[in-house]
């Protein structure tokens, strides 16, 4: 679609010396300091959106698609994935906020407000004549400045966290998404099952908590009290026959993607018989088949069957004569689950090259029990103590779906945020004491450069008072005061060696009064702060850095 005038390989009619200095495009150009602005403004019109649902008082967003599925959440990067957005910057910081999610999992809110403001902060000095090159590089200073003071002055290295810290961090996390004593319950709950998945890292040696091995069930009914954490991986589902034991002990596991229902010819084959017992043969024939699979799987000692596909009555005769349990119709990634967990690999074939079919015992995984129980009405099939790694599974109850929904996502980062403390073991205070004192120190150290990035780090360190502004604001607090306040807190800190234990200052948003966040346990782990500014300055550079924007029209029918 886009080409010079005279093109089709001809130079045009003034040669190529001359060619015209216009280009010839089925859509439109914006350029300049126009596309910039565009850009800024559908950037903060994502924030916009966002803005109100951050920190513990924030409110929470009900969001119905195009099939009237609703969702309701208080969760920045759900919020967002759900939104269809368009346009391509604000897409950027969509894709931010995804980005923080699988990171960190937690500060999805807080990373694409701060990157709104850094743009529109950005785009006022770009109006002022600074070149965005001066702001990009300053803001990038910033940004390694941040990182540096938070690692050297504001993180806390707590070695071996306790339970109380941890404790605090899940509690931070959940208080902006459940009230009051639900999010202890839920805090407490995340740490057992964290604590429960511990493993160590094969390489290291350094302990890791795989958030992944926490599996979360839904069930309606009851209230969140009556949610229970589980030791073992619970998949929903039952036996496939009555007749088959509940309980393995030493359980021999085969995961198949295969069915286990008499084999049919397939559609379309026609086989002419004119010897009546023949035909009987056939029939005989496919029902060994499977008969012969099965006799596969239960010689290689397997005792327990997971299948993706069917499980008929015959197949299940043989099963139950070995004393075997099977379980038909599983989810294909509750499968995977278990077979990274116990070992078993995950078979969509017996057959071999030359259309032989084994199975050998090194294919099954093992794992200390295999349980049916009932949970909430419904039966479960429960995988304790797996070869490879331990896993445990979290039962939730509530009044309805959506706000079931809801607590797994609160869950889940609660989990994240568990982890990164756990694992890095620093945190640093919450409520805006991190950005508060990021605030000051970047402004001095803006005042001791010497070169044209100054104005771009002080813009930067007014940017980070958006967070504390902005939790303020959803509490219902007079923001300027607040920040007044904390300001002049960190400004101390940073000043007078005497109150250097005020850099843990932050904001209670439940009793609006500035305190000691440390010690009121409002923390949060280091690394998610630090991936934040990271990530948020690399976005608003990104699309700084545009200055020419090209979209074709979409093509025409028929072209
Ligand atoms: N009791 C509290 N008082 C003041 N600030 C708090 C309190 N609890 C949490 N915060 C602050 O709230 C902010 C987190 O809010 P929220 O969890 O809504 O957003 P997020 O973590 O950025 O995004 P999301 O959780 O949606 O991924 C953090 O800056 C944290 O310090
Ligand atoms: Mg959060």
Same mark, same amino acid.
Do not use: W
């Given at each position: 679609?886009?080409?010079?005038?005279?093109?089709?390989?001809?130079?045009?009619?003034?040669?190529?010396?001359?060619?015209?200095?216009?280009?010839?495009?089925?859509?439109?150009?914006?350029?300049?300091?126009?596309?910039?602005?565009?850009?800024?403004?559908?950037?903060?019109?994502?924030?916009?959106?966002?803005?109100?649902?951050?920190?513990?008082?924030?409110?929470?967003?009900?969001?119905?698609?195009?099939?009237?599925?609703?969702?309701?959440?208080?969760?920045?990067?759900?919020?967002?994935?759900?939104?269809?957005?368009?346009?391509?910057?604000?897409?950027?910081?969509?894709?931010?906020?995804?980005?923080?999610?699988?990171?960190?999992?937690?500060?999805?809110?807080?990373?694409?407000?701060?990157?709104?403001?850094?743009?529109?902060?950005?785009?006022?000095?770009? %109006?002022?004549?600074?070149?965005?090159?001066?702001?990009?590089?300053?803001?990038?200073?910033?940004?390694?400045?941040? !990182? %540096?003071?938070? &690692?050297?002055?504001?993180?806390?290295?707590?070695?071996?966290?306790?339970?109380?810290?941890?404790?605090?961090?899940?509690?931070?996390?959940?208080?902006?998404?459940?009230?009051?004593?639900?999010?202890?319950?839920?805090?407490?709950?995340?740490?057992?099952?964290?604590?429960?998945?511990?493993?160590?890292?094969?390489?290291?040696?350094?302990?890791?908590?795989?958030?992944?091995?926490?599996?979360?069930?839904?069930?309606?009914?009851?209230?969140?009290?009556?949610?229970?954490?589980?030791?073992?991986?619970?998949?929903? $589902?039952?036996?496939?026959?009555?007749?088959?034991?509940?309980?393995?002990?030493?359980?021999?596991?085969?995961?198949?993607?295969?069915?286990?229902?008499?084999?049919?010819?397939?559609?379309?084959?026609?086989?002419?018989?004119?010897?009546?017992?023949?035909?009987?043969?056939?029939?005989?024939?496919?029902?060994?088949?499977?008969?012969?699979?099965?006799?596969?799987?239960?010689?290689?000692?397997?005792?327990?069957?997971?299948?993706? %596909?069917?499980?008929?009555?015959?197949?299940?005769?043989?099963?139950?004569?070995?004393?075997?349990?099977?379980?038909?119709?599983?989810?294909?990634?509750?499968?995977?689950?278990?077979?990274?967990?116990?070992?078993?690999?995950?078979?969509?074939?017996?057959?071999?090259?030359?259309?032989?079919?084994?199975?050998?015992?090194?294919?099954?995984?093992?794992?200390?029990?295999?349980?049916?129980?009932?949970?909430?009405?419904?039966?479960?099939?429960?995988?304790?103590?797996?070869?490879?790694?331990?896993?445990?599974?979290?039962?939730?109850?509530?009044?309805?779906?959506?706000?079931?929904?809801?607590?797994?996502?609160?869950?889940?980062?609660?989990?994240?945020?568990?982890?990164?403390?756990?694992?890095?073991?620093?945190?640093?205070?919450?409520? $805006?004491?991190?950005?508060?004192?990021?605030?000051?120190?970047?402004?001095?150290?803006?005042?001791?450069?010497?070169?044209?990035?100054?104005?771009?780090?002080?813009?930067?360190?007014?940017?980070?008072?958006? !967070?504390?502004?902005?939790?303020?604001?959803?509490?219902?607090?007079?923001?300027?005061?607040?920040?007044?306040?904390?300001?002049?807190?960190?400004?101390?800190?940073?000043?007078?060696?005497?109150?250097?234990?005020? &850099?843990?200052?932050?904001?209670?948003?439940?009793?609006?009064?500035?305190?000691?966040?440390?010690?009121?346990? !409002?923390?949060?782990?280091?690394?998610?702060?630090?991936?934040?500014?990271?990530?948020?300055?690399?976005?608003?550079?990104?699309?700084?850095?545009?200055?020419?924007? !090209?979209?074709?029209?979409?093509?025409?029918?028929?072209?």
């Amino acid at each position: 679609m886009m080409g010079m005038p005279g093109g089709g390989g001809q130079p045009g009619p003034q040669g190529p010396a001359g060619t015209k200095d216009q280009l010839y495009l089925n859509g439109e150009r914006v350029s300049g300091q126009e596309v910039r602005t565009q850009n800024v403004t559908a950037a903060l019109s994502v924030a916009n959106v966002v803005k109100s649902s951050l920190g513990p008082i924030g409110l929470d967003k009900m969001l119905v698609d195009d099939l009237g599925e609703v969702t309701i959440t208080n969760d920045g990067a759900t919020i967002l994935a759900n939104l269809e957005v368009e346009h391509p910057a604000a897409r950027v910081l969509v894709q931010l906020s995804e980005m923080q999610d699988k990171e960190v999992g937690d500060g999805t809110t807080s990373v694409v407000i701060l990157a709104s403001e850094m743009l529109k902060r950005a785009n006022e000095l770009v %109006k002022n004549s600074i070149h965005p090159t001066s702001i990009m590089s300053g803001y990038r200073l910033a940004m390694k400045e941040s !990182i %540096k003071f938070i &690692k050297d002055q504001l993180a806390v290295k707590t070695d071996k966290i306790g339970r109380e810290v941890a404790f605090n961090i899940a509690k931070t996390t959940l208080s902006s998404k459940i009230f009051g004593r639900e999010s202890e319950f839920f805090a407490n709950l995340a740490i057992d099952a964290m604590t429960m998945v511990k493993t160590e890292s094969a390489d290291t040696g350094k302990p890791v908590y795989p958030v992944k091995s926490v599996g979360i069930i839904k069930q309606h009914g009851r209230s969140f009290k009556d949610s229970q954490l589980i030791h073992g991986y619970v998949m929903y $589902g039952g036996r496939a026959g009555q007749g088959m034991p509940r309980t393995i002990k030493n359980a021999k596991i085969a995961c198949l993607d295969i069915d286990l229902r008499k084999s049919k010819m397939q559609m379309g084959v026609q086989v002419v018989v004119t010897d009546p017992k023949k035909l009987e043969d056939i029939r005989q024939k496919e029902a060994d088949i499977t008969r012969d699979r099965i006799k596969l799987l239960l010689n290689a000692g397997a005792n327990v069957v997971f299948t993706t %596909k069917g499980c008929d009555d015959m197949a299940i005769k043989y099963f139950v004569e070995a004393g075997a349990l099977a379980v038909r119709r599983c989810k294909k990634e509750d499968l995977r689950r278990i077979s990274k967990l116990t070992g078993a690999q995950m078979m969509i074939t017996f057959a071999d090259m030359d259309g032989n079919e084994s199975f050998t015992p090194d294919m099954l995984g093992t794992a200390d029990e295999v349980i049916e129980e009932r949970f909430a009405d419904d039966d479960h099939i429960v995988i304790k103590g797996g070869k490879n790694q331990s896993a445990c599974s979290v039962l939730l109850r509530g009044a309805n779906m959506h706000m079931l929904d809801e607590v797994e996502r609160s869950l889940h980062d609660a989990l994240c945020a568990i982890k990164r403390a756990l694992e890095s073991a620093s945190v640093v205070p919450g409520g $805006g004491a991190v950005e508060s004192a990021l605030s000051i120190h970047l402004e001095n150290f803006a005042t001791s450069l010497g070169s044209r990035e100054q104005l771009a780090i002080a813009e930067f360190a007014s940017a980070m008072l958006v !967070i504390p502004k902005q939790l303020s604001v959803n509490a219902a607090q007079d923001a300027s005061d607040m920040v007044a306040k904390l300001r002049a807190a960190h400004n101390a800190s940073q000043t007078d060696p005497t109150k250097a234990e005020m &850099k843990h200052y932050g904001m209670d948003c439940i009793s609006g009064k500035i305190q000691n966040n440390l010690q009121a346990g !409002i923390i949060e782990p280091a690394l998610s702060k630090v991936k934040m500014i990271q990530f948020a300055t690399e976005a608003a550079i990104t699309v700084l850095r545009i200055d020419d924007m !090209i979209k074709l029209a979409p093509a025409q029918e028929g072209q």
